[in-house]
Structure formats: C-alpha cells, structure tokens
C-alpha cells in the first residue's frame, strides 16, 4: 500500500476499535492485532506490543468518558486492576519467549472465542433499549477488617483468578480482555451491566499499561508513527461510542460487530495454522 492509504486504513479501523470499546466496553482490542499485523506491515510480536499502546489509550478516553455519564465505580476498577497486574507481567515476559506463528495462532484461537461468547450473549440478551440502572451502593465488600475481619472468599477467589487471567491475555497477546472483564465485573462484583462496561474501561487501561511496561525495550519495536496514528483515531471514537451507549440500543451495533469478530479470527486462522503445520 502507498503511504497514503496505510494511513487512511490506519484511521478508520483505530475508528471502529474505538467506537467498540466506547459503546460495548470491550471487544474492540482485539482487532488491533489483525489490524496491525495484515493491514500496517507489522509483525506479530511488534503488533502484540504496539496494540498495547492503542488499548490503553483508547480504554483511558473511554473510562473518562463513562466516568462523565456516571456509569464508572473507581475504586473497584483500580483494585480489580491492580490484581490483574501480575497476570499482565508474567504474560508479557512469557511472549518474548515465543514464535510469531505460535503468537498468531493463540490469537486466531482467542479471537475465535471471543466471537463465539459475543454470538451466546448476543442471542440470550433481551432486544429491548439501553438499561438505565440504579447506581449500585458500596455495601457489599469482599473483605471487611472493622469491626472484625470478614472475607466473601469464593467473591474473592473469582476475582483473583479472572483478574490474573485477564492480566495474562492483555500481557501475552497485547488484548485489553473487556470480554472477560465484564462478565466478571457482573459476577464477581454484581455489577449492573452499564458499571460493568464502565468500569471495564478502567481495568483495561490498568493492565495494558503494565504490560506495555515490561515490553518496551524487549523485542522489535513497532512503528511507532502507525501506531500512534491508530491510537488517535481509536481514543476519538471511544469518547463518540461512550457517549452512543447511552443513547441508542447496542444490539445491532454489537451484532455486526461479532460477526466482524469472526471474519477476522477465521482470516487469522486460515494465515497462521498453515505456518505452525
């Protein structure tokens, strides 16, 4: 491709993993990887690095953005995050050990089960307009140390072993993993589903910063100059898609969305496995 059309694909797919993450609080991060690697030249290990930098900014303009329309809880964003970030560590320094084909194909499998658990949630969600839920009261802690020390443990080891999961995606495939975060921020934390997207945002930009940490320096760098131009585009549209999810019905949204998920993760598949046999 000439330079010209790079960047005009470089903007408009940083636009549509923006709009995702803002309006459906994950799911968009996990075409940076395809975009780089299959439209912006980039290898994988330097597409799993660079995909950090557009996660992690987008996610942050998403959250400030939720935040604005009331729909993100702080505290438990940055605590469910800060457990994570050991995942995030481990799971960065393991990629530096491991082939571009073996990375491409845990992408393609990963991708594929993302659209395949977007197809379940799509099918089992009411098609009806946007949820407008009560905020939900802070009086539900998992440990409590006054006036005598109490631990919700089974609430405590769900979010110890989804929040390491989730770091070790988001470290080892450069995947913010809104996909897992909210279903756990609805379980674990009994979340409505408006908070848990919000403050999935939160959580991302947590984990993608730690990871992106451990991997500059290690590795081939990206192309910096695509990279950031994917991030800006994608950190805009984030701040529009925040805002649409208060305003319109996702479902169709999410549909097309999920069916894009699973175009792309078949591509991967069909480019990746032929390397590995």
């Known amino acids: ?25 994950g799911g968009g991060s996990i075409l940076a990887v395809p975009v780089l690697v299959y439209l912006l030249g980039q290898s994988p290990a330097q597409a799993t690095t660079g995909s950090l930098v557009v996660v992690a900014t987008t996610s942050l303009a998403g959250a400030v953005a939720a935040a604005r329309s009331g729909h993100v809880l702080l505290a438990r964003g940055v605590a469910f995050g800060a457990v994570a970030t050991g995942g995030a560590v481990l799971g960065a320094k393991a990629s530096a050990h491991v082939d571009d084909d073996v990375l491409l194909a ?16 799509l099918v089992r969600r009411p098609a009806d307009g946007p949820s ?8 539900d802690p998992i440990l409590t140390f006054s006036p005598t020390f109490a631990c919700a443990c089974p609430r405590a080891l769900k979010v110890l072993l989804t929040a390491t999961l989730v770091g070790g995606l988001t470290g080892f495939l450069g995947v913010g993993g809104g996909f897992l975060v909210v279903p756990a921020l609805l379980l674990a934390l009994a979340l409505p589903l408006p908070y848990a997207a919000g403050t999935s945002l939160v959580v991302i930009t947590i984990t993608s910063a ?43 949204l999410s549909a097309a969305f999920t069916a894009l998920v699973l175009a792309v993760a078949a591509y991967t598949a069909t480019q990746a496995l032929p390397a590995l046999l």
């Open 132 to 139: 407008h839920a009560a905020r939900p009261a802070l009086d």
């Open 1 to 25: 491709m000439t330079p010209e059309t790079t960047l005009l694909a470089a903007l408009l797919a940083g636009a549509l993993i923006g709009l995702s993450l803002g309006a459906l609080g």
């Open 210 to 252: 730690a990871a992106l940490g451990t991997r500059v320096g290690v590795g081939p760098a990206p192309d910096w100059g695509l990279v950031l131009t994917l991030t800006a585009a994608s950190a805009l549209a984030a701040v529009a898609g925040a805002r649409l999810a208060d305003r319109v019905d996702t479902r169709r």
């Open 106 to 121: 845990a992408f393609a499998a990963l991708m594929l089960l993302v659209g395949a658990l977007m197809a379940v949630r």
